[in-house]
């Protein structure tokens, strides 16, 4: 049963979806394997991502139960939400940090504007960016919204000055949603720099891209920054050497070319 467009449904249906898909989940389900996880948890991934609700777990292709330890707010940031990230790495320990912006991200249009709106050389330099997006209505956010989102100010004004080389609006903005990404690893990288240095984690950006602003290929999430690396060639040289730590990696076989062919395809830069 679908849920379907939420602008034409009602509490009570709404209501009812929540009991009917929970159920079917249940029915779906083997209770042992919610007696074998009642009382600890063992995901490997924490994954720092946006709250919008385009983006989903669903979308790593994998069962995320007991799996992916998610954060979720406005932005994809790391300093707002440190006290959780801190349990997921240092407490359960958790290999790797996935920090997952996407395409079209209202926080990210939302801190472009700021930035445009107050400072004339920006709005020199990103005319047809914000004539496109002025018809936004900014008047319904909150003083709780902004102070969330305001810190995105500072990897987007990075960003703007370089928006120049784009043509395109949609890819303004992922590259500016690329840039908030690295932004949050490098605050990632100043907090718990000590345990990617004892390879005891490492940090992963990405961009979930929705809308085709790097291929032609719709939902892929692209690898952007791994452990602070940003050139596409250090990117892939380290995306691959992270592939060969699989035990006994056999370089000849099918499996092994076909992330290799992957890589070269989704550990990419806009």
């Known amino acids: 049963m679908e ?56 979308i790593l292709g994998i069962d995320i139960f007991n799996k992916v330890f998610i954060i979720r707010n406005a932005g994809n940031q790391v300093a707002i939400n440190r006290g959780s990230i801190e349990y997921s790495i240092l407490v359960l320990g958790t290999p790797v940090m996935l920090v997952l912006g996407h395409t079209n991200c209202g926080a990210v249009q939302f801190a ?30 909150t003083p709780g919204i902004r102070a969330e989102m305001l810190p995105l100010t500072i990897p987007i004004e990075r960003g703007i000055p370089h928006l120049n080389k784009f043509a395109d609006e949609t890819m303004e903005l992922a590259y500016l949603g690329q840039i908030n990404v690295d932004y949050q690893i490098e605050k990632a990288l100043k907090y718990y720099g000590d345990r990617v240095k004892a390879n ?71």
């Open 3 to 58: 849920l379907g467009n939420i602008g034409t449904m009602e509490l009570g249906n709404i209501f009812r979806h929540l009991l009917v898909h929970n159920e079917a989940f249940v029915k779906s389900r083997d209770a042992t394997k919610f007696f074998a996880y009642a009382t600890r948890q063992n995901p490997y991934i924490t994954l720092v991502t946006c709250s919008d609700s385009r983006v989903q777990g669903e």
């Open 112 to 141: 472009t504007h700021a930035c445009v709106t107050r400072s004339k050389e920006i709005v020199a330099i990103t005319k047809s960016f914000y004539s496109n997006r002025s018809q936004a209505d900014y008047s319904i956010i």
């Open 200 to 270: 005891k984690l490492t940090l992963i950006g990405g961009v979930y891209d929705f809308v085709g602003a790097y291929s032609k290929e719709l939902g892929r999430i692209l690898i952007t920054n791994i452990n602070g690396i940003t050139d596409t060639k250090g990117l892939q040289e380290s995306a691959r050497a992270i592939i060969k730590r699989i035990p006994n990696t056999d370089e000849s076989s099918e499996g092994f070319k076909l992330v290799a062919r992957l890589i070269e395809e989704k550990v990419i830069r806009i």
